[in-house]
Structure formats: structure tokens, C-alpha cells
């Protein structure tokens, strides 16, 4: 977690210590679902752009790539603006601080499950409640950290997967006037298509190597549930990209659509961890 400039190369230890570091108990555990799930869409909705920089509406970004590949070039060599590049570097700075220290102090929201579940008293019944109330709300940080880096690499990977496929079928699949386009598209903008292809690496190094290697550990073991999970984003995302006229309502209502999905979710999740004392198995 200390390598790196930027914190979403964290993301599977990050849901692990969500897992983890549960409570024992189901109420608690629902209340903080209900709790991140809520702040995550108010953060959504009032600062989409929260670390997400080039990475807004992917769904609208893969149509452009998909039905306009030079069209969604330009359009991604012209979005560059580099005040935001700026501010975006010194808030992954930011971000990768605070969730480091959130990291650390819901590591540490155990120790009050442990007392709670050995019926410890020596420090009194009001100070055990605020010292669990501290505790899940350090939790409930922690899922909202994990849901938003969830939505960012998601957005981040549809951002990658259209410049790279738009590009690519201007070079390979298009002909000599498509690859003219491109060339010149790249000669008059060279800083910023430098940015774009280290953009392009980062995304490799700290989101497809390291979930790709979460995803062989998870068939590895036969759990089941992260492949299951990533086919069917894949899967609905593709269909809404190639069928998007038919989901208008559904991609203007998309918002309320996530946090519905997540809230289920995770509920369901939250209402079936299995006890504490069996982390070994969710890790």
C-alpha cells in the first residue's frame, strides 16, 4: 500500500479488509452497507468527478468509441486540460494518505468486536458503545473507499478499453486516410498524447495486472463470486453499449440504478457473512 502513487492498485486488499473486518453482528453490518452505500451516492452525484479525472460516463464513452472511433480520438485528445491534470495528481497524493489511515484504523475496529464478543468489562458499558460506534464508522469509511474505487476502476477501464480499441481500428482496421487521421491527431497534440499513453500504462500496472491476478487467485480457489461478478458487468456493459437506444431511461436513470444494485447487494452479502472467526475462507 505504501508503493505507488496511487491507491487503486489496493482495491483487493481493500474488500478483503471489508470481509475481514466485519462485525459479528447483522444489524451492524446492514447499517453499514446502508450507511456507505447512501454516502456513496450523495459523492456520486455532488463530486462525480473525485478522482476520476478523463474517466466520466463510460457508457457514453465506449458508444463514441464504438459508432465515431476518430471522433471519440479527438475528443479525448481535446478533454485534456491541464490544471486538471495538475489537481488530479496532488489529489491521488491526497486520496492514497487517507485511505492508508482509514485502512489502519479499521484494522484496528477488531479489537472492539473482540472485547464486545469476551464480555470484557473493564472499561464500562457506555465507553464499549462509542468505542464501537468509532469503530463502525471507521468501517463504514472503509466500504465507501471500496465502492468508489470499485466505480472508478470500472469507469477507468471502459475510459482505457475505447482509446485503445478506437485506435486501434483506425490503424489496423481502417485505411490510409484513418491512419492519416491518427497521425496527425498525435502530431499536433504530442504532450497530450504522451499523457494519455502513460494514462494508458497506469491503467495496466495499478488496475488490469494486479485484478487480473485477483481474479486467477479467486478461480484458484474456486470462488466463484468475483468471476461471476466480473462477467456480469462485462456482459451488461457490452449489451448496453451495442443496444443503448433501447436503455435510454435506464442510462439516465443509472445513478439510482448502482446504488440500488450495490445496496442489494451488499445486503445480501452483509446477511450471510459467515462468523468472525472464519476469515481464512472470505480472504
Given at each position: 500500500?505504501a508503493?505507488g502513487?496511487?491507491?487503486?492498485?489496493?482495491?483487493?486488499?481493500?474488500?478483503?479488509?471489508?470481509?475481514?473486518?466485519?462485525?459479528s453482528?447483522?444489524g451492524?453490518?446492514?447499517?453499514?452497507?446502508v450507511?456507505?452505500?447512501?454516502?456513496?451516492?450523495?459523492?456520486?452525484?455532488?463530486v462525480?468527478w473525485?478522482g476520476?479525472?478523463?474517466?466520466h460516463?463510460?457508457?457514453?464513452?465506449?458508444?463514441?468509441?464504438?459508432?465515431s472511433?476518430?471522433g471519440?480520438?479527438?475528443?479525448?485528445?481535446?478533454?485534456?486540460f491541464?490544471p486538471?491534470?495538475?489537481?488530479?495528481?496532488?489529489?491521488?497524493?491526497i486520496?492514497?494518505?487517507l485511505?492508508?489511515?482509514?485502512?489502519?484504523?479499521s484494522?484496528?475496529?477488531?479489537d472492539?468486536?473482540?472485547?464486545?464478543?469476551?464480555?470484557?468489562?473493564?472499561?464500562?458499558?457506555?465507553h464499549?458503545?462509542?468505542?464501537?460506534?468509532?469503530?463502525?464508522g471507521y468501517?463504514?469509511?472503509?466500504l465507501?473507499?471500496?465502492?468508489?474505487?470499485?466505480?472508478?476502476?470500472?469507469a477507468?477501464?471502459c475510459?482505457?478499453?475505447?482509446?485503445?480499441?478506437?485506435?486501434?481500428r483506425?490503424?489496423?482496421?481502417?485505411?490510409r486516410?484513418?491512419r492519416?487521421?491518427?497521425?496527425r491527431l498525435?502530431?499536433?497534440?504530442?504532450?497530450?498524447?504522451?499523457?494519455?499513453a502513460?494514462?494508458i500504462i497506469q491503467?495496466?500496472?495499478?488496475v488490469a495486472?494486479?485484478?487480473t491476478?485477483?481474479l486467477?487467485?479467486?478461480l484458484?480457489?474456486?470462488?466463484?463470486?468475483l468471476?461471476?461478478?466480473?462477467?456480469c458487468v462485462?456482459?451488461?456493459?457490452?449489451?448496453?453499449?451495442?443496444?443503448?437506444?433501447r436503455y435510454?431511461l435506464a442510462?439516465?436513470?443509472?445513478?439510482m440504478?448502482?446504488?440500488l444494485?450495490?445496496?442489494?447487494?451488499?445486503?445480501?452479502?452483509?446477511?450471510s457473512?459467515?462468523?468472525?472467526?472464519?476469515?481464512?475462507?472470505?480472504s
Amino acid at each position: 500500500m505504501a508503493r505507488g502513487t496511487t491507491a487503486r492498485h489496493v482495491l483487493p486488499v481493500l474488500w478483503r479488509d471489508v470481509v475481514v473486518l466485519a462485525p459479528s453482528s447483522p444489524g451492524r453490518r446492514l447499517g453499514i452497507v446502508v450507511v456507505a452505500v447512501v454516502a456513496n451516492h450523495v459523492r456520486r452525484v455532488l463530486v462525480p468527478w473525485l478522482g476520476q479525472f478523463l474517466w466520466h460516463h463510460p457508457v457514453d464513452v465506449m458508444k463514441l468509441a464504438r459508432w465515431s472511433p476518430h471522433g471519440h480520438l479527438e475528443a479525448t485528445l481535446v478533454d485534456v486540460f491541464w490544471p486538471a491534470v495538475a489537481f488530479w495528481v496532488c489529489q491521488q497524493g491526497i486520496e492514497s494518505k487517507l485511505l492508508r489511515y482509514t485502512i489502519a484504523r479499521s484494522r484496528l475496529a477488531a479489537d472492539a468486536d473482540k472485547c464486545a464478543a469476551s464480555g470484557k468489562k473493564t472499561q464500562g458499558r457506555g465507553h464499549l458503545r462509542r468505542a464501537l460506534a468509532v469503530a463502525d464508522g471507521y468501517r463504514a469509511l472503509l466500504l465507501l473507499a471500496a465502492l468508489t474505487l470499485a466505480e472508478r476502476c470500472f469507469a477507468e477501464t471502459c475510459w482505457a478499453v475505447a482509446l485503445v480499441s478506437s485506435t486501434l481500428r483506425l490503424l489496423l482496421a481502417g485505411g490510409r486516410p484513418e491512419r492519416d487521421l491518427v497521425r496527425r491527431l498525435l502530431c499536433a497534440n504530442p504532450a497530450r498524447a504522451t499523457l494519455l499513453a502513460c494514462l494508458i500504462i497506469q491503467w495496466i500496472s495499478t488496475v488490469a495486472l494486479p485484478y487480473t491476478a485477483w481474479l486467477a487467485s479467486s478461480l484458484r480457489t474456486l470462488d466463484l463470486m468475483l468471476p461471476a461478478a466480473t462477467w456480469c458487468v462485462a456482459a451488461a456493459t457490452a449489451h448496453m453499449v451495442r443496444y443503448s437506444s433501447r436503455y435510454f431511461l435506464a442510462i439516465e436513470m443509472s445513478d439510482m440504478l448502482v446504488t440500488l444494485g450495490w445496496m442489494a447487494a451488499l445486503a445480501v452479502l452483509a446477511a450471510s457473512h459467515q462468523a468472525e472467526g472464519k476469515p481464512g475462507r472470505r480472504s
